[in-house]
């Protein structure tokens, strides 16, 4: 690969724009709990109102969250996710992606 692609492709990660609202893109995205729920813990729940849309506001009730708060931690971890995407930082995908996969086939343990 030629270096000024290499070099252009090092620009473009550390160049990534900062989404309002979002986390600043020239430090590593956090892995901090937004209000007590950690990456694991969003996944969860995230992937069960997918699963089963009808029953958000019960899923929220058995977590404690009410709508607002729920729309807060989502905004959260969704600009943390387009930050990581932008800079190229796939281990945020990839833990979210391992999360979301646990979620599913708990749900589906459950179901059975």
Known sequence: MPVEHVQRERRMKLDA????GGPDP?????????EAFDLTSYARVATELAAVP?????VLARVGL?????????QGFLLRLATALLKEEHEYRL??????????????????
């Open 54 to 58: 009808k029953e958000r506001p019960q």
């Open 66 to 74: 009410d709508e607002a708060a729920w729309l807060r931690i989502e």
């Open 26 to 34: 020239k430090q590593p995205v956090p892995m901090t709990p937004i």
């Open 95 to 112: 833990a979210y992606e391992a999360a979301c996969d646990a979620a599913r086939k708990e749900l589906k343990r459950s179901e059975a």
């Open 17 to 20: 724009p900062q989404l309002p």
